[in-house]
């Protein structure tokens, strides 16, 4: 299942440990159908709190995986713009 695929995917994510996974939902992404995955966790790096986020985007046979992450103070500015970004990612 696409939930399990991307909880799966999301415990493999570089850079951080001790990751929570605080929302897993199913949405759909330019039309076709996606997964969203939450992480807070602490970044390996500079052992700081960070927050990640997962998209997978499904269809023409094949999964498209992106990841982003930042520090937790200032996220929301950061997901907005993260999501701006993977909007912006079209199939060819």
């Known amino acids: ?8 995917l999301a415990a493999t994510i570089p850079g951080i440990r001790d990751g929570r996974i605080v929302s897993s ?18 970044s390996v790096k500079d052992d700081k709190p960070v927050n990640v986020v997962q998209w997978l985007r499904f269809g023409g046979g094949a999964t498209l995986r992106i990841i982003a992450g930042g520090a937790r103070e200032g996220w ?11 909007d912006g990612i079209d199939r060819r």
């Open 1 to 8: 299942s696409r939930e399990r695929l991307a909880r799966q």
């Open 25 to 42: 939902e199913p949405l759909r992404i330019g039309g076709t159908p996606g997964y969203e995955t939450r992480v807070e966790a602490t």
């Open 76 to 86: 929301s500015d950061s997901f907005t713009r993260f999501r701006a970004v993977r």
